[in-house]
């Protein structure tokens, strides 16, 4: 078990006027290897919760234990800890600083105290993980680049630590569908060809649809649901459009024709899923009339 | 980011009381008139007279206490510094020797007064912010600076860039916080090292911040733009400021209260 939260409840301003209670017992296990999808509305805590996974913020109350060592005992190296687990926040291109792409992804790996020829083998792979060619962007400006640009430099800074889990908070917000559709294939290549464990924060159905492994879904502070996309969209549609979520549209297209009295099965992730399943009833629906006519 | 929690800006709690609902042009002048008395008084009964009004005057603001004494921690440290060098330095009388320290009986005095002079002053001023919008804190500003136009003073530009500063610094505050959860997540460390080490560190918050807050003056700038804004001339107020009897009172009081005492101590 990689990470392991036990009770965790988490309060804003405690004690203040402006108290907020963000998260309410939250009880959650995710292993090493995972593609997990986090969704929830706006305001339901995935952004706290994420915070807790590197010990950026502290429970007020509950436990966290990464890889078996519990966050908030004395003497934890969180240093060690944030370098296991990388946080990408939300819009990351507003983090950038440096003078030359380069020196952007080099941050990292220098805060670790790696040596010059190691800072620069990991700038070469994680900008290579990212698409994006070395040669052509190490002696250009970050502030320089398009928004899509910007992002992958952001990611291949948090990459070029080498966490073993990354942490990706609306990766995709505020991105062309050209941008959108690069940085994901470079999450699920990073998942699949390097193992890490993803944890995919959004609350963009279609997105964690077609990507994730394991959905949780939040709501008001808790995880109300923690299945598979397949059985989540399949089975507790209701309770989805109840929190104020929805399903992906191919998803709600099935559910509807379920509705019109046609037997399909509704937990379809993508267009194609959708296309085939139909198409196996209506080719059952012509052989049957087929066979009708063959009979007469 | 234990740091930033401490800083309580734009600081305004909403409440319906007396002081809340004064116009904002009153309080202001009021407090001027405290703070000019606060610095005419050489005695503690005058300090006592004026230090209940301000306490009477939280007490009907209904803002608790806790809040407006708050106000008082960053300055704590340069009151106690000012009465240490008044208790030591100042010849005269010695009450109690110390090796080659002596306190005097008129340090003594005057470390006091000059205490309670900033105690006092703080308190008035907080409670001007804490029982006052921001809006209408620099609407009151305008109205009052705008007496001064014939020599010149843009009044309406002012209290423009008052409002829109204090409109964006809890956004700023919000944002360095991010930059930093953001930069600490990619290994920067702003907890050790020494002064120098920390100074440096700094710069992975401070580029982006004003990489992003010029970005959005430029944004804001464009967005009054296309809203037709063109400064104050021929400007109209959404809500105009009028002077009520309760406004008048209010200041007639003030400045009698002020009057006799720096008259009488």
Known sequence: ?296 | MRILRNISFGQYIPRDSLIHNLDPRIKILSCLAIIVNLFLITKFSGYLILGSFVLISIIISKVHPKFVFRGLRPLLFIIIFTLIIHLFMTEGEVIYQLGFLKITREGLVKGLLISFRLFILILTTSLLTLATSPISLTDGIERLLSVFKFIGIPAHEIAMMMTIALRFIPTLLEETEKIMKAQISRGADFESGNIFNRAKNLIPILIPLFVNAFRRADELAIAMEAKCYRGGEGRTHYRELKIKKTDILTFILTIVITITVSVMF
Do not use: W
């Open chain 1, 1 to 296: 078990m990689f990470i392991h939260l036990e009770n965790i409840c988490f309060t804003y301003s405690l004690g203040m006027p402006f108290e907020t209670e963000a998260l309410k017992n939250i009880n959650l296990e995710i292993d090493e290897g995972e593609f997990i999808g986090l969704i929830g509305h706006t305001g339901c805590g995935k952004t706290t919760l994420i915070q807790h996974f590197n010990g950026l913020l502290t429970p007020t109350s509950g436990k966290i234990y990464v890889e078996g060592v519990d966050l908030n005992k004395k003497g934890v190296n969180l240093r060690l800890v944030r370098q296991k687990i990388g946080l990408v926040f939300q819009y990351p291109e507003n983090q950038l600083f440096e003078e030359t792409i380069y020196q952007e992804v080099a941050f990292g790996p220098r805060k670790l105290g790696l040596p010059e020829g190691k800072i620069e083998k990991r700038v070469r792979e994680a900008l290579k993980m990212v698409d994006l060619d070395y040669n052509l962007y190490i002696e250009r400006s970050p502030f320089s680049l398009s928004g899509g640009e910007m992002r992958r430099v952001a990611l291949a800074s948090i990459l070029s630590i080498r966490p073993k889990m990354l942490i990706l908070d609306e990766p995709t917000a505020n991105l062309d569908p050209q941008g959108r559709d690069s940085i994901l294939s470079e999450i699920k290549k990073v998942h699949y060809n390097f193992g890490i464990t993803v944890v995919l924060v959004s609350h963009n159905m279609e997105m964690v649809a077609e990507t994730v492994k394991r959905l949780l879904v939040m709501h008001r502070g808790e995880i109300i649901l923690d299945d598979t996309p397949r059985e989540i969209f399949e089975k507790h549609a209701n309770d989805l459009v109840k929190v104020g979520l929805g399903l992906p549209q191919v998803t709600e297209c099935m559910h509807k024709l379920k509705a019109k009295g046609k037997d399909v099965y509704t937990g379809v992730l993508t267009v194609d899923d959708a296309e085939s399943e139909v198409l196996k009833k209506v080719k059952k629906t012509i052989k049957r009339q087929m066979l009708k006519e063959c009979n007469l």
